[in-house]
């Protein structure tokens, strides 16, 4: 029988979360009365959450177990869940509980008016400090100004995607990928759906401020070349400073000024200039550094156990 939806869920470390997530989100495709399937995507966990997957496997033919040979990233982890789907419409989802299953019928309901990327917008987040509020919101809006294509305000990767963007975005091979940047990036007709974000259910966050960098700086380089022009601005306002400052030097020297005289104004120059050049050079290599990933060609993500008909 051909599959209606695919519920993807990448794991890591979620041990606690399992059983619930798998209760609320049977409940809720059931009711919909259409085949489904969920899709575990296992990144490497190492707390009993892979014996976990396998025995609600074991249970129900509906689960279908991926489980990576070593942690490759959760977006990498998102990538294997569209690789092996097989849904009509796909939805991606935390198994943190922090989107709420439920949601999910919204979604749906925007999928069969004709839409094909519904995304959940965050009207309310309960459970995170204001310092992650605060770079959360930072973190979007910088992406939706400096990033070549419009990607909605306070998304995540909760949405619901169409057969037809899924296999465009299983076509788009990139390393270092942002999803929601690369679902936005395809076009399609999109809307979003606002939604309250709970409180994790149970653990901790696998996100940390380091992999959250992270994420930004792919979603910057991979959408702009915003980095790279401010480079150049640098250089020519180095430049430009430079050019302003010969005469009025050269003036002041001839009517006697001590102002520009000693080392500290040359030191001064030098280490601006430098800083701007190690800047400059750190910005190349982001990009280089990513071509060279390319480059190589390696798999997105290696593979222990999968199921066969994918």
């Given at each position: ?15 606690e979360?399992?059983p619930?997530?798998y ?16 899709i ?8 009993g ?22 942690n ?10 569209l690789?092996?789907s ?19 019928l919204?979604?749906?309901k ?10 959940a ?30 990607i909605?305000?306070?998304t ?7 057969r037809?963007?899924v ?19 395809i076009?399609?007709?999109?809307i979003?759906v ?20 992270k994420l ?20 020519f ?9 010969i005469?009025i ?29 190690l ?7 982001e990009?280089?550094?990513r ?20």
């Open positions: 029988m051909p599959i209606t939806y695919s519920i993807i869920a990448p794991i890591f470390n979620e041990y979360n399992i619930e997530l209760r609320r989100v049977s409940e809720v495709m059931n009711s919909t009365g259409e085949p489904w399937e969920l575990l995507v296992d990144d490497g966990s190492t707390d959450s892979t014996e976990r997957i396998r025995a609600l496997a074991a249970q129900d033919e509906r689960v279908r177990p991926v489980i990576f040979a070593r490759f990233g959760h977006q990498i982890a998102v990538t294997a869940g690789d092996y097989r849904g009509q419409a796909v939805v991606i989802i935390d198994a943190d509980l922090q989107d709420p299953p439920e949601t999910i919204e979604l749906i925007k999928w069969r008016e004709g839409y094909e990327v519904v995304y917008v965050r009207a309310e987040r309960e459970g995170e400090t204001w310092f992650k509020l605060l770079t959360a919101s930072m973190f979007y809006r910088l992406i939706y100004r400096i990033t070549d294509v419009k909605p305000l306070d995540g990767d909760f949405r619901l995607i169409d037809k963007v296999d465009v975005m299983n076509s788009m091979r990139e390393k270092h990928r942002f999803l929601r940047g690369m679902s936005s990036w076009g399609f007709k999109q979003g606002e939604y309250k974000r709970a409180a994790r259910h149970a653990g901790v966050t696998k996100y940390p401020f380091r992999k959250m960098l930004a700086l792919n979603a910057i380089t991979g959408f702009s070349y915003f980095p790279l022009q401010v480079a150049t601005y640098f250089g306002i180095s430049a430009g400073l430079a050019i302003l400052a005469p030097v050269a003036v002041l020297r001839l009517a006697g000024s001590h102002f520009f005289e000693g080392q500290t104004t040359t030191l001064i120059s030098v280490l601006f200039l430098g800083g701007v050049q800047i400059s050079l750190g910005i190349l290599g990009y280089v550094g071509i060279y990933d390319e480059v190589k060609g390696r798999p997105l993500y290696v593979v222990r156990e999968a199921p066969k008909d994918v």
